[in-house]
């Protein structure tokens, strides 16, 4: 179904996005939060998992006028919502 009737003169910035679970530390004091959840871009997943790239805002870039299409790819773990201290109680 076409949307519209303007000439296909724009241009589509496609965005594979990934949600994932890992801790985060906040600061040096060791404030964290061990369920903490991130978007990441599908082609740093690994990276980030891994702490060999650090964990930073997700900024999604696009000029007046571009389409923007964003795929978002759910890898939550599926006790997602009860918190980390509460999955050893869960699994017993």
Known sequence: M???NYPCSHRVCVF???AIQIPIVYNRYGDHDPDGLLF????EVEAVQS?????KPLILRANA???????LHNMLDELFGT??????????
């Open 83 to 92: 918190g980390s201290q509460n999955r050893e109680s869960i699994q017993q």
């Open 40 to 43: 990441v871009p599908l082609e």
């Open 2 to 4: 076409e949307l519209c």
């Open 65 to 71: 006028g571009d389409w923007v299409e964003v795929t």
């Open 51 to 55: 702490g060999k790239h650090p964990y």
């Open 16 to 18: 594979d996005i990934e």
